[in-house]
């Protein structure tokens, strides 16, 4: 299968990460038969190292399945992420990070949105609980002003969809991490290395388990969820 690192102007040639605004970047990969029909998906993990992230399903042809082609992500945090290195989340950036990521996966027949569900964890305190809730308040906004009903989902629901055990958390991030890179390596081509560039925000030496988890959310979607 052909495939290009995305860029907004020369969409199908290999190029640097694509920069959309001031300074917000999205990576991925998208394929010249991914620019008509199909279905986007995105998945959002709402918090300051979550992601948006989206992947796109071709539609079925002659005695073919559906199938995912290609997915992009554009982070939270990092130099480049939508978060500006704020605390709180900025609508308008969060608005450029979504419009990014659709329109680095191409033309789709419809967009569907899932937001991960809030939820307070162990050790959290007061201010990262309403930090939290402020961010996916902006996504809600953002989601209803651009049209697009998100829907919201439990972590647990995306993970048996996808044939995920239950486990620890820490467990379950580096197998949300693990399996995210293999399914969309085995389903675009792309070697696992590429894909944990994607999913490493810029000067980071570790892959984010929010992308990874955003990623997560979309992928589900795209199977049913």
């Known amino acids: 299968m052909n495939h290009d690192e995305y860029t907004p102007h020369t969409p199908y040639t290999t190029q640097p990460p694509i920069r959309v605004g001031d300074p917000i970047a999205a990576r991925g990969y998208a394929w010249p038969e991914a620019r008509d029909g199909g ?21 079925p042809g002659p005695r073919q399945a559906a199938r ?3 997915g992009v992500v554009c982070h939270a945090s990092g130099p480049d992420g939508y978060q500006g ?10 608005a450029l990070a979504i419009e990014h990521v659709v329109a680095a996966l191409g033309p789709a027949s419809h967009v569907l949105v899932a937001i991960e569900a809030l939820g307070k964890r162990p050790g959290e305190g007061v201010v990262s609980t309403s930090t939290a809730g402020q961010a996916w308040g902006v996504w809600q906004a953002v989601l209803a002003l651009r049209g ?10 995306v993970d048996r969809v996808l044939g995920l055990q239950p486990v620890g958390r820490d467990a379950r991030k ?5 399996s995210a890179v293999q399914v969309l390596s085995g389903a675009t081509n792309v070697d696992p290395a590429s894909w ?3 999913l490493t925000p810029t000067r980071a030496r570790t892959i984010s388990d929010g ?11 795209a199977r049913g969820l």
């Open 211 to 221: 992308a990874a988890d955003a990623l997560w959310i979309a992928l589900a979607m």
């Open 68 to 70: 995912v082609v290609c």
């Open 148 to 157: 697009w009903t998100a829907r919201t989902v439990q972590t647990q629901a």
């Open 196 to 198: 944990r560039r994607v």
């Open 39 to 59: 279905v986007t998906y995105v998945g959002i993990d709402p918090g300051q190292r979550g992601a948006v992230a989206g992947v796109r399903v071709a539609l």
């Open 85 to 94: 290195g704020e605390r709180h989340l900025d609508a308008r950036r969060a």
């Open 174 to 178: 580096m197998l949300v991490v693990y």
